[in-house]
């Protein structure tokens, strides 16, 4: 890998971490536990836009294995893994079929894929099928946190087309 390139998406994985980090420090918006924001997947969407899925991947992996390390707890770890790999699959599948193009809707598949991968990761840990009572607010607010982070990567890659080519 060039170290231009290594530069760069190792400069994503630090804004995302610090997104992530500041995110972590806002108290949650409901009182329902898996819900939040997402605002790190604002990289992972921008990522997709000018790297490749394989480039993605490492910087969503690295954000996710530091980030709970140094932010979370060891379980958050495997929820984290179960939602961002799910998420990250849907949308490069979406913004493949879709041409690069409405990453608000993007984002907003990405956001439901991540809380379904979560709520199945649940299910798996405790065999509980009460953990599927949660999927009609899970499917909200990600549709809601996803759109909304779709909107800020889509002004975010028309603002950073101008400055990056690809590497």
């Known amino acids: 890998m060039p170290v231009k390139k290594l530069t760069h998406l190792a400069f994503f994985t630090a804004i995302s971490m610090s997104i992530y980090a500041i995110e972590s420090a806002i108290p949650p918006l409901v009182p329902i ?10 990289i992972t969407l921008i990522l997709l836009h000018f790297y490749s899925r394989r480039d993605t991947l ?3 992996l690295a954000r996710i294995i530091l980030s709970s390390l ?6 958050s770890l495997v929820y984290s893994l179960a939602g961002g790999l ?3 699959m849907v949308m490069a ?3 493949k079929l879709l041409r690069q193009k409405f990453c608000f809707l993007t984002g907003a598949l990405g956001g439901v ?6 709520l199945i990761t649940a299910y798996a840990i405790t065999a509980t099928p009460g953990v599927f009572g949660y999927l009609p607010y899970f499917l ?4 809601l946190t996803g759109l909304f982070t779709g909107f800020c990567a889509g002004g975010g890659t028309k603002y950073l087309a101008k400055y990056m ?3």
């Not at 939040?36 to 604002?42: D, E, M």
């Not at 909200?140 to 549709?143: A, D, T």
């Open 33 to 42: 536990p898996g819900i939040k924001l997402g605002l790190a997947n604002i």
């Open 58 to 60: 490492l910087v969503l």
């Open 70 to 75: 140094l932010f979370g707890q060891a379980i």
């Open 86 to 88: 799910l998420s990250l």
């Open 93 to 95: 599948f979406t913004m």
């Open 113 to 118: 894929a991540h809380n379904i991968g979560q």
């Open 140 to 143: 909200l607010s990600g549709i």
């Open 165 to 167: 080519k690809p590497l």
